[in-house]
């Protein structure tokens, strides 16, 4: 914090008035901050971030490669009967890892275009 040095009444109310100053304008800034914020969490503005965090472009923020790896995993164990456990699990694993992958690199490729 600055210290000011007050000698008189007058550096006093000079002090006064920049503190002053300084707290309506920290104010003014939470003020704008806080209606950032609210603009931000409208139930559209919220359904806005999680189609993007679920559709992004970048392998990183994305889960939809992650879903179409699950979904196809599920597919595939339906295909494959129970009977071959151990086969059904290593066969569904890697298919919904290359699912993934396949997902990522065409969702990456599209991104590249853009």
Do not use: C
């Amino acid at each position: 914090m600055l210290e000011i040095k007050i000698h008189s009444v007058a550096d006093l109310q000079k002090a006064i008035s920049v503190l002053e100053q300084k707290k309506r304008q920290k104010e003014q800034e939470l003020n704008a901050a806080l209606e950032e914020t609210a603009h931000s969490l409208t139930p559209l503005n919220l359904m806005k971030s999680v189609w993007h965090s679920v559709v992004a472009p970048t392998e990183n923020n994305s889960y939809l490669p992650a879903i179409t790896g699950v979904l196809g995993s599920v597919v595939i164990k339906k295909i494959i009967p129970a009977r071959y456990r151990f086969i059904q699990r290593v066969i569904t694993g890697a298919a919904g890892w290359a699912i993934a992958r396949l997902f990522t690199r065409k969702t990456k490729e599209q991104a590249i275009t853009r």
